[in-house]
């Protein structure tokens, strides 16, 4: 059983607490869609560096003890740097909670499938040492699954996520200087920086990881 | 001295780790090697320093990119064949979004390490780092070397780019 990513994002952006939480999004659909989501915390996205928003979670809740961080990644880029759980293992941060979408597919760079293989992401996060793993199967659920995590992490929460190639994925939007800017205002408290935000849709594939 | 006799000194070590406290350095994300090993003896003992052992030096880097987002300040310790591992993340993290990274590196393969089968990455270190765009220092002795971390934990903020300061056992003593 898997879910429309989209409303795994609403149900996400419903549930952060802007009063603790800070998002981090790995390059692809997340990263796009966050500019064109009510998403009321500090939020950081990546549009390349595959496979490193665990790892810049990480440092973020090291170095913010005082909040939460919450991490999104694909299954793609997971599997590009799955060595990155034993490091977030070891570090122990225990408010940092990624969230895995796995759809078996890298959709940003046009669709094409990952290795055929039905890893067991949760398992390998407990694997890794990770305290808390576990796979939510409905959008409605995440809420109580994320507060599950919030005082014992770090923790990691794979989401089954429909693949659909009609899907129309927001291109990016923002640029990173803004992107930073923005991040770090909001997580002193200031005004947001203007950010690019709308645009409008376009279909899957229109940016690619690597250059062709 | 020997390449990876360890040094009967640690004087250089210990500069390190008092400037890295000195300049605001909290978090160390690191990758082992044999002079990275010598002077985390010494990092693991400062009371303000939190050495981050991580699996791949990519991560290290991306910590210390995380780090200075939330107001941190890291210093990334890794060998120099890892910072060649580093080349995508620098460019699609580091400097696509102009963000503080300092990177301390031992520089194995160079005139001052006689062991032969670190000198190919000694000496495609130096211009793969031109190529990057990122800059680089070496280290000038441990006399030296604490105003020289000093001095790049400050340009590295200015700048909001990365920089690359090598060090040699013979710094390490």
Redesign the interface.
């Known amino acids: 059983m898997s879910v429309a990513r989209r409303a795994w994002l609403d149900a996400l952006v419903a549930a952060l607490d802007p009063a603790r939480d800070l998002l981090v999004a790995g390059l692809g659909a997340n990263a796009r869609y966050l500019p064109h989501l009510p998403v009321r915390v500090p939020h950081f996205a990546l549009c390349d560096a595959m496979g490193a928003a665990i790892p810049l979670a990480l440092g973020m809740a090291l170095a913010r003890p005082d909040r939460r961080v919450v991490a999104l990644e694909g299954d793609g880029s997971l599997l590009m740097n799955l060595g990155t759980l034993v490091t977030v293992a070891a570090a122990g941060a225990p408010n940092l909670t990624a969230l895995v979408f796995v759809n078996h597919h890298y959709e940003s760079s046009g669709g094409q499938r990952l290795p055929a293989v039905p890893a067991d992401f949760a398992a390998v996060a407990r694997g890794a040492g990770l305290p808390t793993a576990e796979k939510i199967d409905a959008a409605g659920d995440l809420a109580a699954a994320l507060a599950r995590c919030a005082p014992g992490g770090p923790a990691l929460l794979v989401l089954p996520t429909a693949y659909d190639p009609a899907e129309m994925v927001p291109p990016y939007s923002e640029r990173p200087d803004e992107i930073r800017l923005s991040f770090r205002r909001a997580l002193q408290g200031l005004a947001p920086h203007p950010r690019g935000g709308g645009g409008t849709t376009r279909p899957r594939g229109d940016t690619r990881r690597r250059a062709p | 001295m020997s390449p990876d006799a360890v040094p009967a000194t640690r004087g250089g070590a210990r500069a390190i780790t008092a400037a890295l406290e000195e300049a605001g350095v ?2 160390v ?1 690191s990758v082992p090697d044999t002079w990275i090993g010598w002077l985390m003896e010494e990092l693991r003992r400062s009371r303000t320093l ?1 050495v ?5 030096e ?15 300040r ?1 210093a990334v310790v890794i060998q120099n064949a890892g910072l060649l591992n580093c080349g ?2 620098i460019a ?2 580091v400097q ?4 503080p990274c300092f990177f301390l590196v031992s520089y194995r393969g160079d005139a001052r390490d006689p062991v032969y089968y670190h000198a190919p990455k000694g000496e495609r270190t130096e211009p793969t780092l031109a190529a990057w765009s990122v800059r680089h220092v070496r280290a000038e002795g441990p006399a030296r070397i604490g105003v020289q971390i000093r001095q790049a934990v400050a340009w590295v903020e200015e700048a909001q780019a990365p920089l690359a300061l090598s060090f040699s056992a013979e710094d390490l003593a």
């Open positions: 909290t978090l994300p939190r981050i052992d991580v699996a791949r990519e991560d290290a880097v991306a910590i210390a990119c995380g780090a200075a987002l939330g107001g941190a890291a995508a993340v699609s993290l696509l979004y102009r963000i």
